[in-house]
């Protein structure tokens, strides 16, 4: 039997369609890792935003009151729920006046709230971002509750 060029036959071995799969799936998963950080952060903007949002309501509350006195809950700034969820519901934001009881008029003996602190707590999927969930107090101490630190989420 003669060998002729045209009678061979062209394509790839079982080995190198393995190895171009391998290759796809490594870039693949690095791929999904970038997406869901990118997803994850995005997510982190829409609960900062309400969290000073709810903040700069605080400052207005504050300076409207005699005797000047924050917030005590997310309803005296006017949100409609105390557990307010931000606009895709991966966080509910809440107000915490204190002391605790106090009131933000002062008013039928309770004590004028003289600080507060905002805690945006994650909600489904977003509870597995590294950053967790975030607080605000009233002196504009940021903070995280999870594993990355305060400065790389905010």
């Known amino acids: 039997m003669k060998y002729s060029p045209a009678s061979t036959q062209r394509g ?31 997510r982190r903007a829409e609960a900062k935003a ?10 207005q509350v504050f300076s409207s009151q005699s005797p000047n006195s924050y917030g005590q ?13 931000t606009p895709n519901s991966h966080y509910l934001v809440t107000v915490t006046g204190t ?32 950053c967790g969930n975030f607080t605000l107090n009233q002196f504009g101490a940021r903070g995280v509750s999870g594993t990355l630190p305060a400065a790389d989420c905010w």
């Open 12 to 42: 790839f071995t079982l080995t190198e369609l393995m190895i171009a799969v391998a290759v796809l799936a490594i870039i693949a998963s690095m791929a999904y890792s970038s997406y869901q950080s990118s997803v994850f952060k995005a």
């Open 50 to 59: 309400l969290v000073l949002e709810a903040a700069s309501r605080q400052e």
């Open 73 to 85: 809950n997310m309803t005296t700034l006017g949100y409609a729920n105390n557990n307010q969820p």
């Open 99 to 130: 002391p605790p009881g106090c009131a933000a008029d002062g008013v039928g003996g309770a004590a004028s709230c003289t600080a507060y602190a905002i805690t945006a707590q994650a909600q489904g999927a977003q509870i597995h971002d590294d």
